[in-house]
């Protein structure tokens, strides 16, 4: 039995509790205090959140794959055969034949000779740049990457330079000034999360290989979404295996859950041997396994879905200009509202909910300051019907809150 004191509430002033408590007064009063809200159905365009119908505008599940009776079907049956876990990690007794055949399709897939799984995107992204980078290396990172680069880079040891965003020369001044490293990498999302641009990704090959850098490419948001092939930016721009690493994720439009790595043999036998993400954590189990196998055999199969996509991206950009914010070309399925101050988009996400429109709004950390947002993402899924009841909401939201020099925060 616990001891009584352990369950009583600490009212020493010192105590962790109460710091705890005071950093959590101080997210509330900087408008940055964040909480979860409760997703009861399957990820539709069409959702029930906390007890409420509403249109989902801020799922990754670009595809509308992660609900699809295939998928489904195929987890199903991995679940049946194989179980729900894997048991150990890939290094003791949970490689699968299940992970290889992912493995070889994924490769296939994106065109490289090797491939490597992960439990997640964060955790590919850190396993692969802590393990790859060390003391003595360099790492030049785009402002905006995703925060597991951010970890990944502060976790390698390596000296780490943040280039401005998107801004080439900017990282070629960086990497003149960067001499006597051992090894020297440049990484970038390559569709970045928050705004929904795309890396200048031909001129950082070029700087990559005049500067003889390596280059890892993080395509998250971008497989199964970019190129006539799904395969990412990178086949956006007819670079397919110009990057020395190439991360992407299961869990967004391929509707499943896990990540991967694409390189070299060689580089695969290492991080194998050192990306401690992989060695000490349990293996992708079964059932998303085999829905994720399924997923490109669908993404191969329908090109609609993408080609439904852009036209969702399209039509949401045009109503979103129409409103007076901007949207970078080319247009993608992530597209920002840009409110400012933390309050403000805090109250336009709460604007929209009321219309029944879910679109989350982001603050700092995950942006930066000055730029917090309602960050809305499509599907292939939505109808026009619910794009335009989205616009509608929008405009009405935004109407609701005044004009932009004096829409009050809310709480
Ligand atoms: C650019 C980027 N990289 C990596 C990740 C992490 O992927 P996962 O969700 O599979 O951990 C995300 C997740 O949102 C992301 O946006």
Redesign the pocket.
Known sequence: MRAQTETQPNNNADSPYSLIEDRLDSLRAEHRYRFLRRVETAQEARIMLDGEPVLLFCSNNYLGLANHPDLKAAAREAVDRFGCGSGASRLISGNMHLHEELEERLARFKQYPACILFG???AA?VGVLSSLMERGDIIFSDSLN?A?IIDGCRLSRADVKIYRHRDTEHLESLIRDASGYRKRLIVT?TLF?MDGDLAPLPDLVGLARRHDCMLML?E??AVGVMGSNGRGVAEHYSLDDAADISVG?L?KALGSFG?FAVCRPAVREYLVNHARSLIYSTSLPPPVLAAAVKALDILEAEPERRQRLAENANRLAQGIRALGFSVPEPVTPIQSVIMGEEAKAMSLCEQLLQRGVYAQGIRPPTVPPETSRVRFSLMATHTDEDIRDALDALASSLAALGPPSLRRARE
């Open positions: 997640s995107g964060y992204n995703h597991s999302d999360s993080d998250a948001h994720t869990g990540a």
